[in-house]
């Protein structure tokens, strides 16, 4: 969960991805993952190894154009790339709850592989949702 703070959710949210990103770079996989608290809405929850299979095998397998460029996949920190992750953020419909979307950093770059969040409204936190990987 993340505690809502005086920052806009935008903020909260960006830099709550940011450091879970950060922390997969470091390869410091099960740390980042028991910061999700729901499962997607279709399907269970991730975990590091589905987390990587939907990566690595379904989105960038091998004969994928990112994958003859990038034999190798790395999971880059965002902090240390430069750009941005193209962060958007939508307030969901007739709640208090938000949708969050963050390209994932690979290879020193920002991925045509999006993730999709959601942060649901608990009161003085919000509960995080890694709801999916899409090329978008």
């Known amino acids: 969960m993340i505690k809502k703070s005086g920052d806009k959710p935008e903020k909260i949210f960006e830099q709550f991805v940011e450091n879970w990103f950060e922390l997969i770079s470091e390869d410091r996989w099960e740390e ?5 608290d729901l499962p997607p809405s279709y399907g269970e929850m991730y ?3 589905t987390f990587r299979q939907e990566i690595e095998n379904d989105h960038f397998c091998e004969g994928t154009m990112f994958r003859k ?3 190798e996949i790395v999971y880059s920190n965002p902090k240390s ?4 992750g193209s962060p958007s953020v939508y307030p969901l419909e007739g709640t208090h709850n938000y949708a969050f979307e963050y ?3 690979l290879n020193n770059e920002f991925s045509d592989l999006t993730s999709g969040w959601e942060f649901i409204d608990a009161g003085s936190f919000y509960k995080v949702k890694l709801d999916f ?3 978008l």
């Not at 980042?32 to 999700?36: E, M, P, R, T, Y």
């Open 32 to 36: 980042a993952f028991v910061l999700i």
């Open 47 to 49: 975990t590091p190894e």
């Open 69 to 71: 460029q990038h034999p």
């Open 81 to 84: 790339i430069s750009g941005s």
């Open 103 to 105: 390209d994932v950093p």
């Open 133 to 135: 990987l899409h090329v």
